[in-house]
């Protein structure tokens, strides 16, 4: 709970069988890695069909995680800065995704100015922003792949205009928003 208001976070797994899409929730309290999360969706499919991981936080952003077999996850955010404030969402921020280098998550000792002023705040350019390069500097807006949908009916374009009710909108593309409602 926040100022009052409770976070409504909503997770569910899609996988396509030759029958069509099977829906569950899922719990996330136990994923703490994107590793895990792609294990639970392996889980969900034994056949090592396409998994759909599908992530919303209540009119703040959404995420789509797509695991096919044993290859890696893909990933869509579709606004990263909102997601770095959950931490569902910071499962999914992985460095690769963010174009970090993996372990780049803190200042290089040879760069900290020692002249007293380090108090934990960002560095800040000249308008008063987090300068690209700092450590907090995540991207406002959607990363990851966009296209991670495409040959399943849900193009670029479509997924990066998506907002509020993102997640029926992708279940209806893919024939899947019946089964979806099921696990809402």
């Given at each position: 709970?926040?100022?009052?208001?409770?976070?409504?976070?909503?997770?569910?797994?899609?996988a396509r069988t030759e029958d069509g899409w099977e829906a569950s929730d899922t719990e996330l309290d136990d994923v703490e890695t994107l590793s895990?999360?792609?294990?639970?969706?392996?889980?969900?499919s034994p056949d090592e069909d396409t998994v759909l991981v599908?992530?919303?936080?209540?009119?703040?952003?959404?995420?789509?995680?797509?695991?096919?077999?044993?290859?890696?996850?893909?990933?869509?955010?579709?606004d990263a800065a909102a997601a770095a404030r959950s931490s569902y969402g910071e499962i999914l921020l992985t460095d690769e995704?963010?174009?970090?280098?993996?372990?780049?998550?803190?200042a290089d000792?040879?760069?900290?100015?020692?002249?007293?002023?380090?108090?934990?705040?960002?560095?800040?350019?000249?308008?008063?922003?987090?300068?690209?390069?700092?450590?907090?500097a995540v991207p406002h807006g959607p990363v990851g792949d966009a296209q991670v949908l495409e040959d399943l009916g849900?193009?670029?374009?479509?997924?990066r205009s998506m907002t509020e009710d993102a997640l029926?909108?992708?279940?209806?593309a893919l024939g899947a928003s019946e089964v979806l409602e099921t696990v809402r």
């Open positions: 709970m926040t100022s009052g208001r409770v976070t409504v976070y909503f997770a569910a797994l899609l895990d999360l792609a294990d639970l969706a392996r889980e969900a599908l992530i919303e936080q209540e009119d703040g952003w959404f995420g789509v995680v797509r695991v096919d077999g044993e290859e890696d996850p893909r990933i869509y955010v579709s995704l963010l174009g970090r280098e993996p372990g780049d998550d803190g000792l040879d760069a900290l100015d020692l002249d007293g002023t380090e108090d934990g705040e960002p560095d800040e350019d000249a308008d008063g922003g987090a300068v690209a390069g700092s450590a907090d849900v193009s670029e374009k479509e997924l029926t909108e992708i279940a209806e």
